[in-house]
Nanobody
C-alpha cells in the first residue's frame, strides 16, 4: 500500500487549504484513513479519520467545524479541507491507512500501518 499526500503550502491565517492523499495497492475491505499532524519536538496528533466503506467520519474535538475529511472511492483519494486556518495549524500533515480499526483505535497513530510522506502546511499570522 502506498500513499501520496499533496496540497500543503504557505497560507495566511484565515485562509483555506485542501490536502489530498491518494492510495494505491491492495487494502482490506475494512480500513480507515486518517490524517495526523506533527510539529517539531511533539508527538504526532490525530486530526481526522474516515472509515472507507461507510464514510463515517471522526475528528479531533478542537478541529470540528473547521476541518472536514472526505473520500472519493472512485479515485481512491481522501481529502482534508481546512478552513479558517490558524498559525497553530502549522505542521507536517500525514495521511495513513489502518485496517480493521475499532472506534477507539482510530485516534491513535500507532494503529495505522501505512503512512504517506507528509506535506507541510505553514500558516502565517
Amino acid at each position: 500500500v502506498q500513499l501520496q499526500a499533496s496540497g500543503g503550502g504557505l497560507v495566511q491565517a484565515g485562509d483555506s487549504l485542501r490536502l489530498s492523499c491518494a492510495v494505491s495497492g491492495r487494502t482490506s475491505n475494512n480500513y480507515a484513513m486518517g490524517w495526523f499532524r506533527q510539529t517539531p519536538g511533539k508527538r504526532r496528533e490525530f486530526v481526522a479519520a474516515v472509515k472507507w466503506s461507510s464514510g463515517s467520519t471522526y475528528y479531533e474535538d478542537s478541529l470540528k467545524g473547521r476541518f472536514t475529511i472526505s473520500r472519493d472511492k472512485a479515485k481512491n483519494t481522501v481529502y482534508l479541507q481546512m478552513n479558517s486556518l490558524k498559525s497553530e495549524d502549522t505542521a507536517v500533515y500525514y495521511c495513513a491507512v489502518g485496517h480493521n480499526l475499532i472506534l477507539t483505535s482510530l485516534y491513535s497513530s500507532s494503529n495505522y500501518l501505512y503512512w504517506g510522506q507528509g506535506t507541510q502546511v505553514t500558516v502565517s499570522s
